[in-house]
């Protein structure tokens, strides 16, 4: 094996991968993140090589178990999600935009049905309000 291509616990490459910071943005759980980058990580195996990847903290308890308020959550910026993944979700709000990962349940021509753990329950967001949808890779936990 090349050692120049050795990877230790899935990092791979130098500190390039971008990890944005998060505030609470609302009642149902979406996140306002930041558009300047507050760190710099070595980048994971998942998103070697993938151009615009990037990491953000985790606010809030609407996906707990499966996130937690401190996980960094890892995206991919361009590989399309199907139903039964997580998802980023950047929509329009009233004065801006904010962030929600939830658990893409299905996607149409309508917009998008999501589905958060707790307090558990499904909801629409109409395609109009869909600013960018982005495919959660893996995470790194808060522990």
Known sequence: MDPSRLRLDGLVGDRDLQVYGSALGGPDGEMIVSYEPIEWVRRPAPLEGVKGGFGFYMIGESMSPAFEPGDMILCHPSRPPYAGQDVLVIRRIAGGQAALVKR????????????QFNPPCDFEVPREDV???????????RR
């Open 131 to 141: 600013v960018s949808l982005h495919l959660v890779v893996g995470k790194y936990s």
């Open 104 to 115: 893409l349940v299905r996607m149409d021509a309508n917009g998008l049905r999501l589905r």
